[in-house]
C-alpha cells in the first residue's frame, strides 16, 4: 500500500511555463519533505514543512502544506532546463522514518 | 566534503552470489537507512539503525541482513543474490527527529 500518492507521474513542459505538482495521503503526517533527484544521484533535501497550511518559497519553488496535514504541492515559475529530475516528497509521523511517494518525473524543454 | 560515501558504485553478480555494500557517514548522526529503488516503486526502506548497535526491519528486508559496524558504517548484505535484487541501492543518514535525509549517491546492482 501506497501511503503517498504523487501526481502526474510524468511531466514534459516547455521552458518558461508554470507547473504543480502534488503528493497526497490518507495520513496525517507531522512533516513532509521534498527532495529532487538527478540521474545516477541520491535524493537532495528541498525543504521540510511542519505546519498545517505552511507556505515555504525557495526561489521559483512554492512549497505548501495542506491544512489537515494530508497533502502537499509544489509550484514552480518559470520553468528552466535546470530544473529537470524526479521530484519525490517524503511524510514523517512524530520520530517515524520517512515514507517515500512514487515521484514526479519532470522534464523540461529548452 | 560532508556527506554520505556509498560503494561500489556498480556491481553484476549472478544469481547465487554473496556481496556486502558498503555506506559511510562523515556527518556524526545516530540514524541510518538503506533503501532500495525501483522504477514505479519509488524508495522502499530495507534496514534501518536508530544508532550504533541497533538494526530493525523497514518495509522489504527479506533476502538482506545488515551490520551497523560503528556510528560511521552501515553496511548491507546479500546472502544468495537473486534477480528480483536487481535495483538501485541508495544509503541515507539523518541527524534526528524532523531532520532531512542525505543521501549516497548509490549502487546500481544487477542480479543475473
Known amino acids: 500500500t501506497q501511503l503517498l500518492e504523487q501526481s502526474p507521474q510524468f511531466l514534459s513542459i516547455q521552458e518558461g511555463e508554470n507547473l504543480t505538482v502534488y503528493c497526497n495521503s490518507s495520513?496525517?503526517?507531522?512533516?513532509l519533505q521534498w527532495y529532487r533527484q538527478e540521474p545516477g544521484e541520491g535524493p537532495v533535501l528541498l525543504v521540510t514543512v511542519v505546519t498545517g497550511g505552511e507556505v515555504k518559497k525557495l526561489k521559483r519553488l512554492t512549497f505548501q502544506f495542506g491544512d489537515a496535514r494530508k497533502d502537499s504541492s509544489l509550484h514552480i515559475t518559470a520553468a528552466q532546463p535546470g530544473d529537470t529530475g524526479l521530484y519525490l516528497c517524503?511524510?514523517?509521523?512524530?520520530?517515524?522514518?520517512?515514507?517515500f511517494g512514487t515521484g514526479t518525473r519532470l522534464t523540461i524543454i529548452p | 566534503n560532508a556527506g554520505v560515501t556509498q560503494t561500489p558504485k556498480f556491481q553484476v553478480l549472478k544469481t547465487g552470489q554473496s556481496m556486502t555494500l558498503q555506506c559511510a557517514q562523515d556527518m556524526n548522526h545516530n540514524s541510518m537507512y538503506w533503501y532500495r529503488q525501483d522504477p514505479g516503486m519509488g524508495l522502499r526502506l530495507i534496514y534501518y539503525s536508530a544508532s550504533e548497535g541497533t538494526t530493525d526491519k523497514g518495509e522489504v528486508p527479506n533476502g538482506y541482513n545488515v551490520s551497523r559496524l560503528n556510528k560511521r558504517e552501515f553496511s548491507l548484505r546479500l546472502e544468495s543474490a537473486a534477480p528480483s535484487q536487481t535495483s538501485v541501492y541508495f544509503c541515507a543518514t539523518r541527524p534526528g527527529q524532523g531532520g532531512g535525509y542525505t543521501f549516497g549517491s548509490g549502487t546500481r546492482l544487477t542480479v543475473v
Open positions: 495520513s496525517v503526517f507531522s512533516s
Open positions: 517524503a511524510g514523517a509521523k512524530g520520530n517515524e522514518k520517512l515514507t
